[in-house]
């Protein structure tokens, strides 16, 4: 992934929250890359900082308690971390439109659907009046819902949740944006309409040629759904790569364990592999490596309890942040694989 | 001999008689040394003086003497009071909670009723009834103000009932005294504790008007909504210091209480104690 | 009352329907058929897996078999034992046989009662153990599920999400139960952590020879932990059979969209899917004739017409299905 034909490029991100109990790093240099017309897949467990990243990415993280204290966030070569409200405004909802988990509180109940659609569109756009409501339908249509003409005046209790997701996914597109974030938008649906929502979000990709940041603790939906994919752990990205490359060879001991520990539909197991332990506190997060608590090589590492490892390109548009990536065993193969292929080139710290 | 001055007839004057004349060697005097039954008719309607440092009243008792002593009266009728209609709200409120339908739906319209009768009359009619004493005056301020915490009660046990927690007791078999009072109660008492602060001040309220008004406790017994009617001198001047001390009294009890709440309601919250 | 039946749990036509009440006097103007005539047996040491999407009932069977949701037609036979016939004394005794996880394992404990209390109060009430033996006991279930003793002081809000699941876990077992139901007992986890409480209830399963309902909407979970599976929608099964002849071999077309639809985690396979059109329907209205024909990829105007039965599928092994096109 090279910088030159992301669309999104954030750099060594860091936020931080200042709570009663301490302060929580949540996103600790973290930096990935999104492509045009792609979608990259954000995975990780809970609070490893995923959603933190894509909120900061509009910079929606509220400010107390809340702070962005590093990096930057390069969106067609303009930093969003140091750029102000006013031009905040005009790229959300309008270059830029998130889609969140939950479609029942997303949506205001007050307002009818097409009410809310409008909004958006007469914010961004010169369209007003009844030229705006023939575009909400006309967004409504595209997402799928059978008569449009109807729906548009209806409440959100009147929908199911399917039906409200689409609708959130029509307000995102309303305004044509390059870049949807979507924030675990099919967790809180059934997996048959997660499907057909899934379906829906990828016909509009190709349709619209937006990129699509998807993010996920499925690894099911990334595997069908993503281009991309960004592995997340205790606020660090700890491993990147194409989805067929984490898949076939996933390098970090984290993903690994993933993907080993799911259960597998007819596949005969005995008992399921585990990942020990849990998710680090992130009041406490342990010294060096953050996963080194749990993982099968660096419990007993001198080296990943004490110096953290950055996150490095490993092998061509491949990065991971481990002392022992691809299975090394030793310093010296480390170093072999330097000598062909030049230094690990480090991404962050 | 040392002679602790505690009896509520006895003033300064009487402690040093009793010392002149050998019956103490010592004595302790109050802070206050006058009996709040005492009174001087040469000093009456007195501001605020170097020996009677809050002023006198009407038939020239000390206004800070009576304060204090006030305090006993007013603090008790809160405390009373609310823990008997805290008692009575909690007990209905939590069998219309957890039972709902039918129970809930006949029990309502019974506590609708009652929050329909204006209590303030009610009480003072049964004042009419019953002799003026303090206890009665107590119990029936309880009795006829539960219905606010019933109502709390009743809306956190509907809350409740769906909770996991508490199907997981059924599901043990626990049995139903210990579901809604082990389980349920103490989980929705939050709201009870806040409005009890409230329904201290309340009850301090109710007492100071029905004896304003003259139907809380009988002279001599000081009460501090008693000393706020005297405001209004005999002689139709406005004696300011006795209505602003008890008033300065009633405003910070109240204050008092309020903040008391509060800090109970966050002591008993598990959630809030630091992690251990 | 020992059964000697070889199934543990039998349950006939069972029907849970909740009154929809409107107007002034909240006069009944229709029914939520949560449940809508359900049968199945489990034998003793088995796992019976209930699947299906929201709305169709398979948390309303798992209460209602444990008479924590009142049924209203229907009879559920536990170890011998009328579960809605006997009186409440003695319901309360066999409550001590059949227990509940729950989903959500932040509103399923207690938040004002200490560990030990939540997992030992159970011992006290039924009479089992009291004072040291009680404490001894907590101390027992803490360490079989994964905790030490030491957290026996401290409250719920201070544990991880799969630490409070392994509590609840201790709590179902502090009676000794011959049967739990699951209820979308993992489904709240992350990933990492469902694959611990999967093995823990394996294990405990085999140590104790538990039945488990499992209870999940995640088709590889519950292929994965159980001997039976039955999908449920709309309030009835629409099919049943073993583990792994439902996932080798699944009949009814319902079935196949679901598994069709489960995101595989291999960025190779090929997409053939089966994408459902339509919504998932009111439980309170549904539609007549087959449930599912509103959504069916092959429906045709017989399932309009009238509502299935489940048969016998093939010679071999226990399979029936309710859609006479896989008769």
Redesign the interface.
């Known amino acids: 992934m090279t910088d030159k034909d992301a669309l999104l490029s954030i750099k060594d991100l860091s936020v931080t929250f200042h709570t009663d ?1 301490g302060i929580v790093r949540a996103v600790n240099g973290v930096s990935y890359d999104v492509q045009t017309g792609k979608t990259l897949a954000v995975v990780g ?2 609070g490893c900082g995923k959603s933190v990243t894509a909120l900061s990415i509009l910079r929606l993280i509220p400010d107390p308690p809340g702070k962005i204290v590093g990096g930057q966030i390069l969106f067609r070569g303009k930093d969003l971390v140091q750029a102000d409200e006013k031009y905040m405004r005009t790229i959300r909802g309008n270059d830029i439109a998130m889609i969140f988990q939950e479609p029942m509180t997303s949506l205001n109940p007050v307002y009818t659907v097409g009410e809310q659609i409008v909004e958006a569109i007469e914010q961004h756009q010169d369209k007003k009046g009844s030229a705006a409501w023939a575009h909400a339908v006309e967004m409504l249509r595209q997402v799928g819902i059978a008569d449009p003409d109807q729906r548009v005046n209806e409440y959100p209790h009147q929908m ?1 949740g ?2 409200r997701q689409r609708v959130i996914i029509a307000m995102s597109l309303s305004c044509d944006p390059s870049l949807i974030i979507a924030d675990e938008p099919t967790t809180a649906l ?7 929502i ?2 829906l979000l990828r016909d509009l990709q190709k349709k619209n040629n937006m990129s699509v940041v998807l993010i996920t ?9 993503a281009d991309d994919v960004v592995v997340m752990y205790a606020s660090k990205v700890v491993e990147t790569g194409s ?2 490359d984490i ?1 076939d060879d996933p390098l970090h001991p984290y993903t690994q ?3 080993r ?6 596949v005969d ?1 005995e ?6 332990g ?2 680090p506190d992130p009041l406490a997060f342990p010294e060096g490596c953050k996963f080194h608590t749990r993982c099968p090589i660096g419990c007993d590492d001198e080296r990943c309890k004490c110096v953290e490892p950055g996150l490095r390109e490993v092998k061509p548009a491949r990065q991971s942040a481990c002392w022992y990536t691809d299975g090394y065993e030793t310093e010296d193969e480390f170093n072999d694989y330097e000598k062909k292929y030049g230094k690990h080139k480090q991404i962050s710290g | 001999m040392i002679f602790i001055a505690m009896d509520k007839r006895l003033d300064r004057q009487d402690y040093k008689r009793m010392v002149a004349t050998g019956k103490a060697t010592d004595a302790v005097f109050p802070i206050v040394p006058y009996a709040f039954e005492s009174t001087d008719l040469m000093v009456r309607e007195q501001g605020p003086t170097k020996d009677h440092w809050l002023g006198t009243d009407d038939v020239g008792a000390d206004v800070l003497c009576r304060l204090i002593h006030g305090s006993r009266i007013s603090l008790s009728v809160g405390f009373v009071a609310v823990g008997i209609s805290s008692f009575i709200g909690v007990f209905v409120g939590a069998i219309l909670g957890y039972f709902g339908g039918i129970v809930d739906f006949i029990g309502m319209r019974f506590v609708e009723i009652m929050m329909a009768i204006p209590v303030f009359f009610l009480i003072i009619t049964i004042v009419a009834f019953f002799p003026r004493s303090l206890l009665n005056i107590m119990i029936i301020i309880g009795i006829t103000s539960w219905t606010g915490d019933a109502r709390f009660i009743r809306a956190e046990f509907f809350k409740l009932r769906g909770q996991d927690f508490v199907q997981a007791a059924r599901a043990l078999g626990l049995p139903l005294r210990s579901l809604l009072f082990r389980h349920m109660l103490p989980n929705g008492i939050a709201p009870v504790l806040v409005n009890a602060t409230f329904g201290i001040a309340g009850a301090i309220f109710v007492e100071a008007a029905l004896s304003f008004l003259g139907f809380g406790v009988a002279p001599p017994t000081p009460s501090w909504g008693q000393m706020l009617s005297l405001g209004v001198g005999t002689t139709g001047r406005f004696l300011w210091w006795l209505s602003l001390f008890p008033g300065l009294a009633i405003f910070l009890t109240v204050t008092a209480y309020n903040l008391v709440g509060e800090g109970l309601r966050d002591a008993i919250d598990p959630r809030l104690r630091k992690a251990a | 009352m020992e059964s000697t039946n070889k199934y543990l749990v039998e349950v006939e036509d069972l029907k849970t329907h909740f009154p929809i009440k409107r107007g002034l006097f909240s006069s009944v103007v229709g029914h939520v058929k949560a449940v809508d005539g359900v049968s199945f047996k489990i034998q003793a040491g088995k796992t019976l897996g209930l699947v299906g999407e929201s709305g169709c009932g398979k948390t309303t069977v798992g209460r209602t078999i444990l008479r924590l949701i009142n049924a209203t037609d229907g009879k559920v036979n536990f170890d011998g034992n009328d579960v809605f016939a006997v009186k409440s004394k003695q319901m309360r005794k066999l409550r001590c046989d059949m227990q509940l996880i729950f989903q959500d394992p932040y509103s399923s404990l207690n938040p004002r009662m200490t560990v030990a209390n939540i997992v030992g109060e159970s011992l006290t009430t039924h009479k089992i153990a009291t004072g040291r033996k009680r404490l001894k006991r907590v101390a027992e279930l803490l360490h079989r599920v994964g905790l030490s003793p030491h957290h026996s002081s401290r409250y719920p809000h201070e544990f991880s999400g799969g630490q409070r699941q392994r509590i609840g876990i201790a709590r179902a077992l502090a009676l000794n139960p011959k049967f739990i139901v699951c209820d979308e007992a993992v489904s709240a986890l992350d990933v990492s952590i469902q694959s611990q409480i999967i093995n823990l209830l394996q294990d405990l399963q085999d140590e104790m020879g538990l039945t488990y309902l499992f209870i999940a909407h995640d088709l590889a979970v519950v292929e994965h932990i159980s001997d039976y599976v039955a999908v449920m929608y709309l309030g009835k099964i629409v099919e049943y059979t073993t583990s792994k002849e439902l996932y080798s071999n699944p009949l009814h077309p319902y079935t196949r969209a679901l598994m069709s639809a489960i995101p595989k985690p291999d960025p190779h396979r090929k997409q053939d899917r089966i994408v459902l059109g339509g919504e998932v329907p009111s439980p309170s209205n549904p539609p007549s004739g087959c449930p599912f024909h509103p959504r069916c990829p092959i429906s045709e105007h017989r399932c309009t017409l009238e509502v299935q039965q489940l048969k016998q599928v093939g010679e071999g092994v226990e399979h029936i299905v309710s859609c006479w096109k896989c008769q």
């Open positions: 109990e467990e809970s199911s399917g039906m059934d997996v048959t309409i997660q499907a057909q899934l379906e603790h499925d690894l099911g939906v990334v595997a069908e759904n989805v067929t898949f364990g993933l993907l520990s799911l259960p597998r539909v007819g197991q008992r399921l592999d585990v990942i020990g849990s998710v």
